[in-house]
């Protein structure tokens, strides 16, 4: 087993995927999307404050969650100063619900709630505590909750990804963010299957594929296949496992259209090496806006409404709700 999951053992996974199933099943008054990516200042926050005002502006009830615990800062990006209150008042059962934590923004129907302020981290969220989150965002008032997870592909991380509606990762077009993405990919990828080896005890083939390489055989791809053919019921459930992930890929801070490309290429590599379907929903350009408005504290679409950005989240967020 490589080092990148060498802890993996020593978690109850059982007990969280049945959560995650659980929570997943419970009846929904809104839809869960989490922003997340391998690298920190790929624009995640960026990304999940301007969908956030995008969804907003169109009618939707939208409340953004910082989960970036220790390193909160999307309600700058909101054009919030720090709020009152934070999830750490939540944890610590200051406040009994989450939707005392709401704190309002510039525009009517999109709510912030701050992460904890104090030295969490995310990685050091207690599972008890996580589950007390995941739980509890689907009764929120609101027809979108938006998180935004911070970078990193800790379990607590990776774990909000998967048990959202809308998996979005952010990346640049630069070799370091690309093989952070792949790495993020292949950790979600990995917890996923390790929750079905549960019902499969299909283990050992598990960490078998996941150790190989990018062009080696064996791959994660090939599992599915060699499963299929071994046992054909559990190779279509581990298919349907799979095939709910389909995350959504958005390059940021694209300059030419070689780098808008690189999303393509992304895709084709991750159905090749995972058997796993990426939609890449779009890119962002490059624009000094972006640090003027942070500078500003005010969200950039609000303050710089000539931006190309306005046009490229136009673009991506009607791609996420599937409408042209
Ligand atoms: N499209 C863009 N054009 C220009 N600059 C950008 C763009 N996107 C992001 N930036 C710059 O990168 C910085 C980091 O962006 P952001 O805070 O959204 O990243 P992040 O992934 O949330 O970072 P962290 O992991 O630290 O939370 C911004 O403050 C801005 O200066
Ligand atoms: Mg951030």
């Keep these: 087993m490589s080092s990148l999951f060498a802890k993996e053992k020593n978690e109850d996974i059982s007990a969280i995927s049945q959560n995650i199933y659980e929570n997943i099943n419970t009846q929904k008054n809104c839809q869960v999307w989490a922003i997340g990516g391998g690298k920190g200042g790929v624009g995640k926050s960026l990304v999940t404050a301007n969908i956030s005002l995008c969804l907003a502006l169109m009618g939707y009830r939208v409340v953004a969650i910082d989960l970036d615990l220790g390193g909160a800062n999307l309600h700058t990006c909101l054009g919030v100063p720090i709020p009152e209150k934070t999830l ?9 619900s989450l939707e005392e934590l709401k704190t309002t923004t510039m525009v009517n129907n999109l709510s912030v709630i701050s992460g904890a302020q104090d030295d969490v981290g995310i990685a050091n969220l207690k599972q008890l505590h996580k589950t007390k989150i995941l739980n509890k965002l689907h009764e929120l008032q609101a027809d979108f909750v938006l998180l935004d997870l911070g970078a990193g592909t800790s379990f607590n991380t990776l774990d909000f990804f998967i048990s959202s509606d809308k998996g979005i990762l952010t990346a640049l077009p630069e070799p370091t963010s690309i093989e952070n993405t792949y790495r993020f990919i292949k950790s979600f990828f990995y917890r996923k299957l390790k929750m079905a080896e549960d019902l499969l005890e299909i283990g050992p083939l598990i960490d078998q594929a996941m150790n190989t390489k990018m062009g080696e055989e064996n791959t994660p791809a090939e599992l599915l296949n060699k499963i299929m053919e071994i046992n054909p019921i559990a190779g279509q ?13 958005i390059l940021n801070q694209v300059r030419t259209q070689a780098d808008v490309d690189i999303g393509f290429s992304m895709k084709i590599i991750c159905k090749k090496y995972f058997g796993l379907n990426i939609d890449y929903v779009g890119y962002l350009d490059y624009d000094s806006a ?10 950039l679409l609000m303050e710089f409404p000539n931006s190309p950005l306005v046009g490229n989240f136009d673009r991506i967020v009607h791609r996420l709700l599937d409408i042209s």
């Design 88 to 96: 750490s008042d939540y944890l610590s059962k200051k406040v009994l």
């Design 290 to 299: 972006v640090w003027q408005s942070v500078k500003k504290r005010r969200p």
């Design 237 to 249: 459930k581990l298919k349907r496992e799979i095939d709910s992930l389909c995350p959504n890929l």
